[in-house]
Nanobody, 116 residues
Framework: QVQLVESGGGLVQPGGSLRLSCAAS????????MRWYRQAPGKEREWVAY????????NYADSLKGRFTISRDNAKNTVYLQMNSLKPEDTAVYYC?????????WGKGTLVTVSS
């Protein structure tokens, strides 16, 4: 059974940093690309970042390039999202995602609140 469990969210001041983690199980992690999405209050879920199965290819939403970094540790079955220079508009629930055999799998998300 595919499981994705996000952690690392919390309250941070503008300009601060957070690192989110997503622990994966129930599938061959090293063969799967991974994604982060986020959903701000009252808005639709939006794609944040992508990383290929081996970690060599990464892509980011244009508005986040330079502030967010996606990475993975295949030995730990974990994908990360390093978020720097956080802004109030980054406040959202952050979800990790994988796609297996045309099916999407999601974690329950972790809340990031950027506020002074």
């Amino acid at each position: 059974q595919v499981q994705l469990v996000e952690s690392g969210g919390g309250l941070v001041q503008p300009g601060g940093s957070l690192r989110l983690s997503c622990a994966a199980s129930g599938f061959t992690f090293s063969r799967s690309s991974m994604r982060w999405y986020r959903q701000a209050p009252g808005k639709e879920r939006e794609w944040v970042a992508y990383i290929s199965n081996a970690g060599y290819d990464m892509n980011y939403a244009d508005s986040l390039k330079g502030r967010f970094t996606i990475s993975r540790d295949n030995a730990k079955n974990t994908v990360y999202l390093q978020m720097n220079s956080l802004k109030p508009e980054d406040t959202a629930v952050y979800y990790c995602n994988t796609r297996i055999m045309d099916s999407d799998y999601w974690g329950k998300g972790t809340l990031v609140t950027v506020s002074s």
